[in-house]
């Protein structure tokens, strides 16, 4: 009687562990699903005269999209001296 009351209870402590196992892997797919897709749509919103940060910290605005290349170019200087710089796609962090 007593092996059988243990083999419950191993069980349960089994079910009980796969159960938050499968919680922890949930609460950290979901997140990371959100924010691709928000990235996404950010990505696809992007248009000549945004102003954008890069990954390096560059801010500027887009000037030119090439979109054969997934490029842009970005002014990060000022109207009256413009430096231009070429990002991939990939490099822009978050539109301002």
């Known amino acids: 009687m ?14 009980i562990l796969a159960v938050f196992f499968v919680a922890m892997i949930l609460m950290s797919v979901i ?3 959100k924010q ?4 996404q749509e950010m990505m696809g919103s992007l248009s000549v005269g945004d102003k954008v940060m890069t ?7 887009i ?6 290349s997934d490029r842009f170019l970005i002014n990060v200087g000022t109207d ?3 430096t231009k710089v070429t990002v991939v796609r ?3 962090r978050s539109k301002i």
């Open 2 to 15: 007593n092996f059988l009351a243990a083999d419950k209870s191993q069980i349960i402590m089994i079910v």
């Open 31 to 33: 997140p990371q699903r």
């Open 36 to 39: 691709k897709k928000k990235m």
């Open 55 to 61: 990954i390096g910290g560059f801010v500027g605005t």
């Open 63 to 68: 000037v030119e999209i090439n979109q054969d």
């Open 80 to 82: 009256d001296e413009p």
């Open 90 to 92: 990939n490099a822009i």
